[in-house]
């Protein structure tokens, strides 16, 4: 990064968080303003709701104390203690009710027997669980109706005649028409749910039913327990469209939490408001952005820009152009500095053809010796194939013809192998970039085993050449080609490390991403210190040979992404491990595929 953009961030960096600082702590203010208004709001809606509770609850207070005094209440009780014709009150409690103007009456003897009930005639003789022995004060509670159940205020009075007592249980329902008498500011609405009932529904909330039900459920449950509780939901995808919910506990006779009001409140006023605290904070960022640029650019264009030409001409040299040159405006620590860049280039620049002609002959030395090393490795399976004709002229014509033809084939495959050889370095004049496709590992070691087992058994001095294939090994994207050559060469190296013969063991094993290709003799091993150098071009623990063969198969298992490692002790043998990916990278599949 040069001066002129580090300058540039800088500045544009100052500007920014300037902005940001400034959008930050107005949003913050904002924020904490509007909760402090939609608090103070929400607590002047939920006084109200008690204001209006407690009037409801004067009004059923008096109604039933009317009730406890009117004549044909008392002549009921009368009735009811004396075993009288209590079927003749049935449809009383309705026209009681509609005169004190009650939602809910119910007429219950002493005994718990309903004589008449306003909200559901038809519980006529049902007793109830418990009847009440004493005045109670109206409280809220659930009331059984014949379509289900509501929110109701609900008191009940003891009507006392001689020795005989009736219950009035009487009260007014809590609906959505008594939440309409609350006077609510513009973005606020209020429900009542039912906690009582079950799961949440429609039938159990009182009201207009809010826009998002499945959102208030976690509410309702902290709710449930007794704590004022609040949350911010979306009613609607419109960004703006967000309530603030509060659920406040409503405690029925009992102290149990049967209802929960909720306040909700529109955030838009608020959202709206950030919205345009960022367009404001944008805004001014962008013209600071601006300004900051053109200082930036003005700064830079009197430093940077002698140092800026100086890079350019090195890049110019790094992709290839020798010849560049900077052009030298003053005699300053700049302009020193460009001249001795000029000098520089021109040398290198009367260097460059030597250096070329140095390369291309090592090159070439280097080409040589690789394809001299790959021309070996078939050259051993068609000896032995010859040698085995040699050796079967003497048989039968029917046994000649049956290994004549199996050897006619081995040197068709093996010539077929060694003009791949030559036709790739023909092409690249480099070692042979892998062709990737899916192949076998274990049918890899399967064609390894049937060239080389035989004959390796007939040896003066026997080998005997074993496999241990994980059926799990599966596929790889991989050169077979190249892999069957570094495999068939890790056995002929072991087969020279095992003088007095010995076992050659071809193993795989299953990883998650890779699959490990092992090849163990039980031959003379080698030190620590050969083993570090094993891989070294040139180098070589045998008398014959050009220490090439290791390094071409560690170049190989390179260009497959892997890697090839050597395990040895002295007298115990050695183990070679092959690693390779089971998936070749993107990008090595979009070079082979180019090619």
């Known amino acids: 990064m040069n001066f002129r953009q580090r300058l540039l961030i800088a500045m544009a960096l100052m500007v920014t968080a300037a902005a940001g600082a400034v959008a930050w702590f107005t949003a913050v203010r904002a924020r904490a303003a509007f909760e402090q208004v939609d608090h103070q709001r929400t607590a002047a809606i939920v006084g109200q709701f008690r204001e209006e509770f407690t009037v409801r609850q004067s009004a059923v207070s008096e109604a039933l104390e009317r009730l406890a005094a009117n004549e044909a209440v008392q002549h009921i009780a009368f009735e009811s203690a004396h075993a009288g014709e209590t079927s003749l009150y049935v449809r009383e409690a309705r026209t009681l009710a509609r005169e004190q103007q009650l939602d809910y009456l119910d007429l219950v003897s002493g005994d718990g027997t309903i004589l008449s009930s306003s909200e559901w005639p038809a519980h006529f003789s049902y007793k109830l669980p418990q009847a009440a022995a004493a005045h109670g004060a109206p409280a809220l509670d659930r009331v059984e109706i014949a379509e289900g159940s509501e929110l109701g205020l609900v008191a009940s009075r003891a009507v006392t005649v001689q020795d005989g007592v009736l219950y009035l249980y009487g009260g007014k329902r809590l609906d959505a028409a008594f939440l309409k008498e609350l006077s609510l500011p ?60 509060q659920a406040i506990p409503l405690r029925d006779e009992q102290g149990a939490v049967s209802a929960a009001l909720l306040v909700e409140t529109s955030r838009r006023p608020l959202l709206e408001l950030e919205r345009q605290i960022k367009a404001v904070a944008l805004a001014t960022a962008g013209t600071g952005l601006l300004l900051s640029i053109l200082l930036a650019l003005w700064i830079s264009g009197r430093f940077s820009r002698p140092v800026e030409q100086l890079a350019s001409a090195s890049r110019e040299i790094a992709e290839g152009n020798w010849n560049a040159q900077v052009e030298i405006h003053s005699d300053d620590e700049f302009g020193e500095l460009g001249r001795t860049f000029n000098l520089m280039t021109a040398q290198l620049a009367a260097q460059r053809d030597k250096l070329v002609q140095t390369e291309r002959v090592a090159a070439w030395r280097e080409l040589a010796r690789r394809l001299a090393h790959e021309l070996k490795n078939p050259l051993f399976p068609l000896q032995i194939t010859v040698e085995n004709l040699m050796r079967a002229r003497a048989l039968p014509a029917q046994e000649f013809d049956e290994i004549f033809d199996e050897s006619t084939s081995t040197l068709l495959e093996e010539l077929g192998h060694l003009k791949t050889i030559i036709g790739r370095f023909s092409d690249f004049s480099r070692m042979p970039k892998p062709q990737v496709q899916s192949m076998s590992v274990n049918a890899l070691l399967q064609r390894v085993l049937a060239l080389h087992a035989a004959q390796l058994a007939e040896a003066p001095t026997p080998v005997r050449l074993e496999t241990q294939l994980d059926a799990a090994a599966g596929e790889i994207e991989a050169d077979e080609e190249l892999l069957y050559r570094v495999v068939s060469n890790l056995v002929l190296n072991a087969v020279d490390a095992m003088p007095e013969g010995g076992t050659i063991t071809m193993a795989t094993h299953a990883e998650a991403e890779e699959v490990v290709i092992e090849v163990r003799d039980t031959g003379v091993g080698m030190t620590p210190e050969e083993s570090a150098r094993l891989f070294t071009p040139y180098y070589t623990t045998k008398q014959h040979g050009t220490g090439l063969g290791l390094a071409i198969a560690q170049s190989v298992v390179s260009d497959h992404h892997g890697t090839i490692t050597v395990d040895s002790q002295p007298g115990r043998g050695s183990a070679f491990l092959l690693r390779l990916q089971r998936r070749q990278p993107q990008s090595a599949l979009r070079v082979e595929t180019s090619r």
């Open 186 to 245: 513009a973005g606020a609405r209020v429900w009542m749910v039912q906690l009582s009932s079950g799961a949440l529904t429609q039938d159990s909330i009182v009201g207009d039913a809010p826009p998002a039900i499945d959102l208030l459920r976690p509410l309702l449950a902290e709710a449930a327990t007794g704590k004022e509780s609040s949350a911010t939901i979306a009613a609607s995808p419109d960004p703006l469209d967000r309530m603030t919910v």
